[in-house]
């Protein structure tokens, strides 16, 4: 069974476009990972400084793999997170 990940991450709006890059080369990296089947990024309309991601994995294994590679380290944990106001996260197991 698929397992998916929707993560909302909010920045103050002069830490916007380091979040935005930062997000968009996880994602080049994520998406060659081999449990990746999406991973995509998107600016929330209206919402400065706003960021919706939702991922897609074979399973959770796959996205335990995807936390333990080195782009998730330095794109998200040590670039992405400590500029963000607010993070809420949720797993679900595609139906």
Not at 2 to 17: F, K, L
Not at 33 to 49: D, F, I, R
Request: charge should be negative.
């Amino acid at each position: 069974m698929a397992y998916a990940v929707v993560a909302q991450y909010r920045c103050a709006p002069e830490n916007e476009a380091a979040v935005r890059e930062a997000l968009l080369k996880a994602r080049a990296a994520t998406r060659a990972e081999p449990a990746n089947q999406s991973y995509e990024v998107h600016a929330v309309a209206g919402e400065p400084g706003g960021f919706l991601l939702y991922e897609r994995y074979d399973d959770t294994a796959g996205f335990e793999a995807h936390k333990a590679a080195p782009h998730f380290t330095e794109q998200i944990v040590e670039t992405v997170w400590p500029l963000l106001t607010d993070r809420s996260v949720t797993f679900a197991e595609v139906l």
